[in-house]
């Protein structure tokens, strides 16, 4: 791993040795991203720097500086406290689709806690062990699958994706209504005006808003998905040996 990513990586990973100078220690990393945390909740992503967490800590910057050496840093540190580790039930789901389709609702939860986090989690990054232990639970509810590592992964990235979507939508429509009612209300009046236009979509617009039938993007998405992998899991249960 370059030099670029060695201090997050000591950071999430440890050993942390503590300062070897200066006063005595009076912060450590958990209460540093906490502060971080309770900035983003309130004001996203964009309202956190190392000025404001030193003074919601009643430090000072250089003494925050002594712990984590910058703004990057402390994004990661805040990522790996906000998500946390993947939480354990008891008893698990059985079967790889009800623990995958789990897993999916407890990020969708974690991701709707701490919204700033979808913008957190964009591009190439180091992960700590808490985020890394919802890969694990993914890549291990499909052992005996029958699908490769390769595809094992690919699933993880899927689900992340749908989730990540729905989560974005969810933002953007904000407290005043789910994104599906959002949209309803918007293709309702556009249809009213335009539906001579789009006679296919007037029609099943029309069918669902009767029907009451609509299917959530969530669900469907999500389901979706399972359903994909269960055809691929029963290729390679049924391929010749």
């Not at 005595?24 to 190392?50: C, F, K, N, Q, Y």
């Not at 402390?74 to 389709?101: C, N, T």
């Not at 789990?102 to 974690?110: G, I, Q, S, T, V």
């Amino acid at each position: 791993m370059g030099d670029n990513h060695a201090e997050t990586v000591r950071l999430l990973w440890g050993p942390h040795a503590k300062p070897s100078r200066g006063p005595r220690p009076t912060l450590d990393l958990d209460r540093i991203a906490r502060a971080g945390i309770e900035i983003a909740d309130t004001e996203g992503l964009a309202g956190v720097s190392m000025q404001r967490v030193a003074a919601q800590l009643g430090v000072t910057k250089m003494a925050l500086y002594r712990y984590v050496p910058g703004k990057a840093e402390l994004v990661a540190l805040m990522v790996e406290a906000a998500i946390g580790p993947y939480p354990a039930q008891d008893p698990q789901p059985s079967g790889w689709r009800g623990q995958l389709a789990d897993w999916a609702r407890c990020l969708f939860a974690a991701f709707q806690r701490h919204p700033w986090t979808l913008d957190a989690t964009i591009g190439p990054r180091v992960m700590g062990p808490a985020e890394l232990s919802w890969m694990e639970r993914v890549v291990s509810a499909l052992d005996g699958t029958g699908l490769s590592g390769a595809e094992r992964m690919d699933a993880v990235v899927l689900l992340v994706g749908h989730v990540r979507g729905i989560t974005q939508q969810a933002r953007a429509a904000g407290p005043a209504g789910t994104p599906e009612a959002e949209l309803s209300g918007i293709l309702a009046d556009l249809m009213r005006a335009q539906g001579e236009r789009f006679p296919a979509l007037a029609a099943a617009f029309a069918s669902a808003e009767q029907t009451g039938g609509r299917d959530q993007a969530w669900e469907f998405g999500l389901q979706r998905i399972l359903d994909g992998l269960a055809v691929l899991i029963d290729q390679r249960e049924h391929r010749p040996s």
